[in-house]
């Protein structure tokens, strides 16, 4: 075998060792509308986590056990999901998994979205809206109770960068990238988007009263 030859197989073992060694990718979520966050998830609470243990949750293809992290919580109030309270959040075992850290024994008191498993479970991670309830403004806490469910049917867009537009009626634009590099600006904290009798979407602030456009549908 030539020189040229054995340097080919070299670098080629080189380069799939270093592949077999890279390390798995990091969770990585896109960033979502608080509004989106509500819409999208099965169950949406305000709870404390009381107590949390690690535990099995079946095996995987190759028989392996599956590790889960489990919340004990405490839920404080229901904004969406089904008739049974909330007992036991689940969560991957390492944040690069997606996998979610709350603070335990009853303290810290959070706004919880995430998918619903039946008999008062559910199963959360980091691509869901979970933040600290003394963290979300007023406008928020109250539009958990009516006003984003009155949106889900719009679509909320998110503007990465200028210029961007809408490409239907039913689209709002989010401009907090834009306008304050960073998701949890403006809109995200004060604004709905809301639709109207007309079949369009349009932002709402919530602590404000009803602008001209919203006269003729309910008050939000």
């Not at 270093?18 to 509500?38: E, K, N």
């Not at 995430?114 to 109250?142: R, Y």
């Not at 239907?168 to 834009?178: F, G, R, T």
Request: hydrophobic share 35%; charged share 25%.
């Amino acid at each position: 075998m030539g020189a040229a030859a054995r340097s080919l197989r070299l670098a080629l073992g080189l380069l799939l060792l270093g592949t077999l060694l890279r390390p798995a990718d990091a969770c990585s979520c896109s960033p979502v509308h608080p509004q989106q966050a509500f819409c999208n998830a099965d169950v949406v609470i305000r709870a404390k986590a009381v107590s949390v243990k690690e535990v099995d949750s079946g095996n995987d293809i190759y028989g392996n056990p599956i590790k889960r992290i489990q919340y004990e919580i405490k839920q404080i109030k229901m904004f969406k999901g089904p008739d049974k309270d909330i007992e036991f959040i689940y969560t991957a075992p390492s944040s690069a998994v997606c996998g979610v850290s709350l603070d335990i024994g009853g303290k810290k008191e959070y706004l919880i979205a995430g998918k619903a498993e039946g008999n008062g479970k559910m199963h959360i991670t980091l691509c869901d809206f979970i933040v600290p309830w003394d963290t979300l403004s007023t406008t928020q806490k109250k539009s958990l109770n009516h006003r984003y469910q009155m949106g889900c049917e719009c679509k909320i867009t998110r503007c990465p960068m200028i210029p961007c537009y809408i490409s239907s009626p039913d689209e709002c634009l989010w401009m907090d990238w834009v306008t304050e590099k960073n998701i949890n600006g403006h809109q995200a904290k004060f604004f709905a988007c809301i639709k109207r009798s007309d079949g369009s979407c349009a932002w709402y602030r919530g602590a404000a009263p009803p602008k001209q456009e919203f006269l003729d549908i309910e008050d939000p």
